[in-house]
């Protein structure tokens, strides 16, 4: 049976680098369930129909420049429509089963992709931590953009995610809490493995 880890959590929390460091460590596979949600809503700013994009996504259309603020706010409005979610789905799923172990994140990876995941996470920060290291990103990448604005943003998708009615973002009654606002990225790492760690020594090997 494949060992699922499922991080949810808001914009620029951190999840990203916490999930990536988790597999470096114990070999599991990633899935940055964002990627998929931007890549429709970056479909749908060059004029595709959101649903059909999201029912015909291919490998290629997640490469390319989807780490803009832009791409991002249409990620956000592509996500509220519940057949682009539901055309998503199998694609997860099936990704967080497979042989040698799973991290999925994004925003309903602990309630609705893999509601029996064996380690729950929702990593989060406050809001202002958040844009600072957000508009850390984009300037590092080459943005032209301000604090102002990136908080702004990140508090506008926040607001949406969380109030769809579909898939709503909100940890799951299991999860485990953390919050990053005060720790380093080594100290929310370690915990995390902790946490994976106990979990694994509870299960029959
Ligand atoms: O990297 P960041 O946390 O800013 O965002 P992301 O994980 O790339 O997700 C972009 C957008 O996709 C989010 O604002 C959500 O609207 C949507 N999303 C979702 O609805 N469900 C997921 N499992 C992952 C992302």
């Known amino acids: ?37 931007r890549a429709v809503g970056a479909k749908m ?4 129909a959101p649903i059909e994009a999201a029912q015909t996504l291919t ?12 791409v991002a706010r249409a990620a956000s409005k592509v ?12 694609f ?11 991290v999925l994140d994004g925003r309903d990876i602990g309630t609705v992709i893999c509601p029996d995941a064996q380690v729950k996470l929702f990593v989060t920060a406050s809001a202002e931590v958040r844009a600072a290291r957000r508009l850390l990103e984009l300037v590092n990448g080459g ?3 301000d604090y102002e604005t990136v908080l702004a943003d990140v508090k506008e998708r926040d607001h949406r995610d ?8 909100k940890p799951a009654e299991d999860a485990i809490l953390l919050d990053t ?15 994976i760690r106990e979990r694994q020594q509870g299960l029959p090997v």
């Open 59 to 70: 490998a290629e259309d997640l490469d390319g420049d989807l780490r803009n603020a832009e």
């Open 162 to 169: 969380a109030s769809r009615s579909d898939a709503p973002m």
């Open 45 to 48: 700013l060059t004029g595709a």
């Open 92 to 102: 997860q799923r099936a990704f967080a089963t497979r042989a040698g172990g799973a």
């Open 79 to 90: 996500a509220s429509i519940p057949e682009v979610r539901q055309a998503l789905l199998d």
């Open 1 to 37: 049976m494949g060992f699922t880890i499922a991080i949810d959590g808001p914009a620029a929390a951190g999840k990203g680098t916490i999930s990536r460091r988790i597999c470096a460590e114990f070999g599991f596979a990633h899935l940055d369930t964002g990627l998929l949600y």
């Open 181 to 195: 606002s005060d720790l380093s990225i080594d100290e929310a790492f370690a915990k995390s493995v902790a946490v």
């Open 143 to 145: 943005a032209d953009t």
